[in-house]
């Protein structure tokens, strides 16, 4: 017997490793205990985060338009609302509303081409 888990033969993966150039930032659609989320997906180098696409000031998203972050000149993710900026190491909010903060991270995991939720 073996201990492999088996993925259903539909499954796909979040994203595709080859629609994720260096350093994008995107949004992927989830599900996470039973519930549809939008996620933030970041690639960096061979690294890839996520986090909730659900700023932590008042719950709004990030993104300005589906998929649209806003970047500032030093590479914070800035969210459209009311300007918190944060981190992308840690998703913390480094300035703003929410200063001190963070982002809800999501474990991902790259394999066969993908990226997808960690196991
Ligand atoms: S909801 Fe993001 S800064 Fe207010």
Known sequence: MSDEVHVPADASPLVAWSALP????VEVAAVLDGDAESLVV??????V???LNVCPHA?????????QFLRSKEGLLVCAAHGASFE???GECVAGPCRGDALREVALEVRDGGVWLAR
Do not use: C, S, T, V
């Open 22 to 25: 260096d350093g994008a930032l």
């Open 42 to 47: 970041m690639r960096e180098g061979d690294a």
């Open 49 to 51: 985060r996520a986090w």
């Open 59 to 67: 719950g709004r998203r990030l993104d300005w338009a589906p998929g």
């Open 88 to 90: 992308l190491q840690r």
